[in-house]
Structure formats: structure tokens, C-alpha cells
């Protein structure tokens, strides 16, 4: 079966240390790797991809992922965290054999704090 | 703002009743997918159109179905609905396949109460 998961519903930060949420996959074939950022009342929002190539992949707002394929693992990472990085963050997948179809993860809140 | 417009932005109905949902993709935009956030069960895939033609079925109900027209925009019917169906439900669109090189933009989302 193909899916994701992200083990933290939470994820609680100090601004200006740096955060990673985690994210594990399960699929056949290459993976296609994804994260999204959902803030309140809104619609997620594209941060960064893996598809192929360098196994460090960096995206919007300062924000990278590391594809580790032997722990299929795909964390985000930001070096500096910022009390505006509060939000909801999804990781997804795409299906190995239809490529139309994603799975999201449940979701992990980070919290920035001042 | 993705360019990705839905309405309505709310909706509450009864159960047992019939909603649609509507959805109009980012000009130029040729897929538009549909998915529902629940608090139980996270961000599901329910189902994706490419140019008018179905492309991918997720866990989408079969008292749900959808449509795209051909000026592209879509419409996600949902029938006798249940408490259960309460829901965020998002489109997002990619001007080609997201699943192979385009990245998808959400839009605001329909937040569904059934009572």
C-alpha cells in the first residue's frame, strides 16, 4: 500500500533554532515527494518537490528537504526558524502507478515561539 | 492567492441532501483535482480531471461524483449526505499532470457542515 506518514502531530520551536518535520513514505516505484504548507482558513500552498537528483532539495521560504531513500524518509528542514513559519505542513506522495493520484500525511503544527 | 477560485466559501444543508461544489482552475490551467480534509481522516485525493476527461480516482464515495466542463472549470456533487461528510473539500489545478512535472495550486476551499 502506498502512503505517508508524519509521526508528530506537533512540533514546538524556539524562533531562530532550526526545525525539521518528519516525514516517511511508502510507494512503489520512484517516489515523487511533496510538501505543502496550510495556513489558517486557507488553501495549501506548494513549498518544495523531489522528483530525481541532488537528495537535498530546496524550496519556498527558505525551507529544504533531505530524501533519504534507504529510510524513505523525506524531512523538512529550515536552518532558522521564524514565528511566521507557524502553520500546518503536509507531505505527499504520488502514487507509483497513477500518477494523477497524491497521498497527504495527517499533517504536523509547528509552533515558532518568540 | 493561487488563482484558484471556489464557491461557495459555505455551505450547511441537512442530511439526506444534494450540494455542489464548485470549482474554477487558474487560467491556462488544464487538471483540476479534488480532495477532502476532515479532522479524522486528514487530506484525502478523491478524484482528478485532465482537459474534460477523468484521470485518477481516489476514495472518493459513489454518492459523490464529478465533473469538468470544457471551459475547464469543475463541479464535485455530493447526494444524500451524511454527518460524516462535513468536510473541507479543495480543488487545485496544474496547468499539465502534477504527478509529473507541475506543481498543483489549492484553492480556498469549501468548508461543508451537514446538520
Known amino acids: 500500500a502506498q502512503s505517508v506518514a508524519q509521526p508528530e502531530d506537533q512540533v514546538n520551536v524556539a524562533e531562530g533554532n532550526p526545525l525539521t518535520v518528519k516525514c516517511t513514505y511508502s510507494v512503489s516505484g520512484n517516489p515523487y515527494l511533496f510538501w505543502y504548507v496550510q495556513y489558517p482558513n486557507r488553501g495549501l500552498q506548494f513549498l518544495l518537490k523531489y522528483i530525481t537528483g541532488d537528495n537535498l532539495v530546496k524550496g519556498s521560504y527558505g525551507f529544504e528537504a533531505e530524501f533519504n531513500k534507504s529510510q524513505t524518509s523525506f524531512h523538512l528542514k529550515k536552518p532558522s526558524a521564524l514565528v511566521s513559519d507557524s502553520a500546518l505542513y503536509f507531505c505527499a506522495v504520488r502514487d507509483g502507478y497513477n500518477f494523477n493520484k497524491f497521498y497527504f500525511g495527517s499533517g504536523t503544527k509547528l509552533n515558532v515561539k518568540p | 492567492d493561487s488563482g484558484v477560485t471556489q464557491t461557495p466559501k459555505h455551505l450547511i444543508t441537512a442530511t439526506g441532501q444534494r450540494v455542489t461544489l464548485r470549482c474554477s482552475p487558474r487560467?491556462?490551467?488544464?487538471?483540476v483535482y479534488w480532495y477532502q480534509q476532515s479532522l479524522d481522516q486528514g487530506l484525502q485525493f478523491l478524484i482528478q480531471y485532465y482537459n474534460g476527461e477523468e484521470r485518477a480516482k481516489g476514495n472518493i464515495l459513489e454518492r459523490f461524483s464529478a465533473q469538468q466542463f470544457p471551459d475547464l472549470h469543475s463541479e464535485l456533487n455530493l447526494s444524500s449526505l451524511e454527518l460524516g461528510d462535513s468536510a473541507l473539500y479543495f480543488c487545485?489545478?496544474?496547468?499539465?499532470?502534477?504527478?509529473?512535472?507541475?506543481?498543483?495550486?489549492f484553492g480556498p476551499g469549501t468548508r461543508l457542515t451537514v446538520l
Open positions: 487545485a489545478s496544474s496547468l499539465g499532470l502534477a504527478g509529473e512535472q507541475d506543481e498543483q495550486f
Open positions: 487560467s491556462g490551467d488544464l487538471s
